[in-house]
Every structure is written in C-alpha cells, then in structure tokens.
DNA sequence: CCTTGACGAGACGATACCGTTCCGTCTCGT
DNA sequence: ACGAGACGGAACGGTATCGTCTCGTCAAGG
C-alpha cells in the first residue's frame, strides 16, 4: 500500500548517495500547504513540484502516485501525537487532552486538512486505511488510558463505555472548533471538560 | 449569489413554457449522485450531464456556474428538515432529536456528501454560506428549541450553554455515526441521549 | 579529474473539463 | 398548423493534469 522508499525517510546515519533530504522536505512542506489549498481532491503533483520549486520527476522518484504520497506522508505526521500523561485526575488528564487536541485543531494547517482528509476517506480507501489507524486506533488508545486509569481511581463506573467516551472526547471539541470554528476560548474547554466528565459518569 | 430561475424550481401552477421539470429533477438526482461518487472537488458539470441524461446546455441554462448549483441544490434540500416536536420531556426531545438525526447521517448520499461539503466550505465561501445558514441558523434554532422547553419546564437548569449544548447534540452523534461510521443502534442512541443530558445538566 | 547520479526545467501525448455554440428534433401553447 | 423554445448530442478552442522522458547542470566520491 505504502510504497514510498525508506531511504529518504529514514536515510540512516549514511546511507550512500542518496535522494537529498532538502528537496524531500521541501516537498514535503509543499504538499501539506498544497493540500491545505485546495483539498485532497483537487491537488496536483505539478502544483505541489511548483510550490517546492522541483521537478515532477523528484517526486515520481520518491512516490508512484500521489496517493501512495499522501498515504505516507498523512502516516509519518500522525504518528507523533505523543501520550497524554497522567496528571492524576480525570479532570487534569481530560482538560490536559482536549487542550492538546485543541491546539492542534486550530493549526492553520490542521484546520483546512483533517476535515478534506476525513471527507476523502470515504473516495479512497488507502486515505481511510491511514486515517483509520491514526485517528481510530492511536486516538482510542489514548482516550482509553486515560478512561481506564479514572476507573482505577475509582473516579469512574467501571461500565463506563470507552468507545462512546471517545465520541464524547473527540465530537463536540471537533464539532465546536473544526466545523463550527469557535474561537479560541480556555473557558470553553474547561466547561466541555466538566460536561464530559458528567456525560462519562452518567 | 445564487442565481438558478425560480421559474423551473418553483413555476407556480401554470407559467407558461416552462424547462422542464422532468429534467430539472434528473439533473438534480444526477448532481447529488456524482457529489456522492467523486466529491464536490472533482465534481464535473459533464459528468452530472451524462448521468443525467442531458446536455450540458440544459444545466448551464438553469445555474450559471457549479458553484450557483451546488449552493441552490444544497440549500433547498437543507430546508426540508422539520421542527422536532415537543415530547413533554428533554429527554424524549434529545432522543427524538438524535434519532432524526442519526437516520439523516445514514442515508447513503447524505453521509458521503455531508462531510465532504463540510471540508468544501472552508475552499468555498458559497458552500460556507449555505452551511452556515442551513447547519448553523436552523440547527442552533432547532436545539435552542428544545433547550429552552426544558428550562422552562425545570429539567435544566437556566445556567446551560446553549452553544455547547449545540456541540454536544451534534458532536458526538456526528463523529460516531459520520465518521467513526458505528453500526446503526438504538440502544446507543439510548445511552447517548442519557449522557447528553447529564452533560447539559452539568 | 572524471564519473555518477540526483537535480530543475519542461516537452510530450493522452485524457478530461470548461463554457459556448451549433445542429436537428420534439413538445408545447396559441 | 405554426412558431417559440427547450431538448439531447456533439463539437469547438482553451486549459489543466497525468506520468514519462529528455535535456543540461551541479555536487560529491573515487
């Protein structure tokens, strides 16, 4: 599925003459800005070699198609997210959660590029196979550290339901600040965070 | 902004020679069929001809660009949704409310389409518009609705966000059934509808 | 110093749309 | 019966993108 070639992304120490990481990352940057555009659907490999000031060919020797590109490059950014830690409360670790995740929604970046992603995962499936283990099963296992760590605490029923508690954990906070673009609030994360905790208690 | 003739979508009981409904109605079907199949981005007003049956004349002569169609269609569809009737209680409202919903998001076209034209809008200020109208306006009318009967009657108290109640009647439902595509489910509807309202009350 | 190989640039044929403009046909209301 | 006008179909010139291929340049390693 993803057949980009290693080497580029992880050339190692030395790797031998090779595909030069500047060009690479400046495609790289290209594609991201590109995708946040014009969409998914509408980006070009001439727009994306345009804006990083490439050749088509630099590109088509680093990836066969655009969405072989999009399936590893999407993959390499998701990756990063690191764990929430533990703050001890469940108040802590959700506020702690939804200000990270916040934060990253507001991206400029971000903003314009998770929602098309969402919306082309429906038309290809290796998009919906990235997203699907980035977004379904990374964020799944943080949010349910984070539940099941509240249920030790003893803060939480144990019949808490984890995936209804990730709807809660990702929906209004995507739904307030992707599609609704709610401006920037603290106050508003803090009452989403004690109307959270209420609906996973209920 | 939106400048399709009144004449063919609402020609009155007799207007003279008139386009014809028939065809008005096939491109219409054919227009959301090709939006479900490619995406508004790569969406083609010659595709929606050839599914339609027609020429692309007979659309140009109704809608002056893809743009002017995607807005008019989309917004007289949007318009349909009734007012969710008063159950008596806030929780046969939420319920009432998320079922409607639930079964709008799992309509085949509806749940290829709306989220692909939720990304558009941040490319296209006419889709943007026609959102923020029919989604924003008529929703937050709709939940405001429900939100204020239950004040009145003492299920909530007068303190309720009615914005954040808003992105967590849609929030969640939006990401679990749109996005996460959970399989169809009253009793999670059920248990929705109880930690919706324990957030609300928080 | 000379070979190697990635580089930017861009031409290439193929394909797809755009929005417009013609056909010749058919269905109306008059 | 007639004329207006919408119809499906097809073609127009123009633009954009695809993925491939060929240039001449340039930097590094042997």
Chains 1, 2 share one sequence.
Do not use: C
Request: net charge negative; no cysteine; proline share 5%.
């Amino acid at each position: 599925m993803i057949t980009s070639m290693e080497r580029s992304t992880d050339p190692g120490p030395r790797g031998g003459p090779v595909l030069q990481d500047s060009v690479t990352e400046a495609i790289t940057n290209a594609f991201f800005e590109e995708l946040a555009a014009v969409g998914y659907g509408r980006l070009s490999m001439e727009a994306v070699a345009r804006r990083a000031g490439s050749g088509k060919a630099a590109i088509y020797r680093r990836w066969p198609s655009k969405e072989a590109m999009t399936a590893d490059l999407v993959g390499q950014v998701s990756v990063r997210a690191a764990d929430t830690l533990d703050t001890g409360t469940l108040r802590g670790d959700v506020l702690a959660f939804l200000t990270a995740t916040d934060e990253a929604l507001r991206h400029p970046l971000v903003s314009r590029i998770l929602p098309d992603l969402l919306a082309s995962a429906a038309y290809h499936p290796a998009i919906a196979a990235v997203l699907g283990d980035e977004i379904g099963t990374a964020r799944r296992r943080k949010v349910g550290a984070i539940l099941r760590r509240a249920v030790e605490r003893g803060e939480l029923p144990e019949s808490a339901d984890i995936e209804l508690g990730l709807d809660f954990m990702a929906g209004p906070l995507y739904w307030g600040t992707a599609i609704r673009s709610a401006p920037a609030d603290p106050g508003r994360l803090e009452r989403l965070t004690d109307m959270i905790i209420a609906a996973l208690a209920a």
